[in-house]
């Protein structure tokens, strides 16, 4: 099992499994997402696994406990990102 390791901008650090970035249903459920947001914790899950998108949204959790939609999709979408420069090089 190869675990992709990174870290986005504003310090979060992820593993992610290969095998989840390969999973068929994270690509239905991108898919569903650009069709309906609420797709989004979905594709979360399915690329983080529970406990990591706990931690991300502990990461993102503004002083009055609010994880904003908005830096949470920028989060998920330079993970994504990374992978892709990854793959590249």
Same mark, same amino acid.
């Given at each position: 099992m190869m675990i992709i390791t990174g870290k986005? /901008? #504003?310090g979060f650090s992820y593993q992610i499994q290969r095998?989840?970035?390969e999973n068929y249903e994270l690509l239905e459920a991108i898919g569903e997402s650009e069709e309906n947001a609420s797709a989004m914790p979905k594709v979360v899950k399915l690329l983080l696994g529970k406990e990591q998108t706990n931690k991300l949204k502990d990461h993102l959790r503004t002083e009055d406990g609010i994880v904003p939609i908005e830096k949470l999709s920028e989060e998920i979408t330079e993970i994504f @990102?990374? @992978?892709k420069l990854t /793959?590249? #090089?």
């Open positions: 986005t /901008k #504003s095998e989840r970035l @990102q990374n @992978q /793959k590249n #090089s």
